[in-house]
């Protein structure tokens, strides 16, 4: 696992020095953040999540990121964002959830610290939690309908959707006066404290999701029924603590 981490912090090192002789004095700041960043990285399952800000963004900036884009997103599993300062400072209260999850945990990489003094309105992430959490409780139950019930395609599809809920829950944890911790089993514990969550349940999923176990097909349909349960009984009590 070390090796791993090193091998990446490597490549990490290659792709700043590589953006940096690309934009030159039009680069701001290289943020990284997520597991990474946290120390809970997953090989082969965990993105690797930078955040690119520039000076400008005009069509010529975004056709210089293609080739080195790319090249990194085959190491990190998922393309760079690439922003503005200005458009981050207009967009906070738009992805209140993405923002509040960066600025818990990241690293600068190079450049300006362009998170420090950014703030998000608890009115603006109170109802993007609401939207958002609800908006996966339809993903998943038209999934399963999709799926036709396979028991492979639901194992995935609990574990593509994993990370997303569990930011939205960890910005609830925010919202009742809770400190999420960067640890996951702590995090479902401190969720199931204040909301009645069941940590078993969403564990499961977090243990499926590292390989640490394996499931029958009828466990897995079980552990998704028992998940599209918990997400219900959750987007109720949102209802009921914020209306």
Same mark, same amino acid.
């Given at each position: ?29 290289? =943020? ?20 690119? =800000?520039?000076?400008?963004? $005009? ?6 990121? =293609? ?21 981050? %400072? ?10 509040? @999850? ?21 009115? @603006? ?9 609800? $908006? ?23 574990? %593509? ?9 960890? %910005? ?10 960067? @640890?996951?089993? @702590? ?57």
């Amino acid at each position: 696992m070390e090796a791993i981490i090193e091998k990446i912090k490597g490549k990490l090192e290659i792709f700043c020095q590589d953006l940096k002789r690309l934009y030159s004095d039009d680069l701001v700041s290289i =943020v990284l953040y997520g597991s990474f960043s946290k120390g809970n990285f997953i090989p082969k399952r965990s993105d690797i999540n930078l955040l690119v =800000v520039l000076k400008k963004m $005009e069509f010529e900036d975004l056709s210089k990121a =293609v080739k080195i884009f790319n090249r990194w997103s085959k190491i990190g599993r998922t393309t760079p964002l690439l922003f503005t300062e200005e458009y981050i %400072n207009r967009s906070i209260d738009v992805f209140p959830i993405e923002f509040s @999850d960066i600025k818990e945990n990241y690293k600068i990489l190079y450049g300006k610290d362009i998170l420090k003094d950014i703030r998000v309105e608890h009115k @603006d992430l109170r109802y993007v939690c609401e939207k958002e959490l609800k $908006e996966n409780l339809l993903r998943l139950r038209q999934a399963y309908i999709e799926a036709g019930a396979r028991p492979f395609i639901l194992q995935r599809i609990m574990i %593509n959707l994993f990370s997303s809920i569990m930011a939205i829950l960890r %910005n609830l944890l925010v919202l009742v006066g809770g400190i999420p911790s960067h @640890d996951t089993e @702590d995090l479902l514990k401190a969720l199931s404290e204040k909301f009645n969550f069941s940590k078993e349940v969403a564990s499961a999923i977090y243990r499926l999701k590292k390989r640490e176990i394996h499931l029958s097909s009828q466990e897995i349909k079980n552990l998704y029924r028992s998940w599209l349960s918990e997400i219900e009984n959750l987007a109720l009590k949102v209802d009921e603590l914020f209306s």
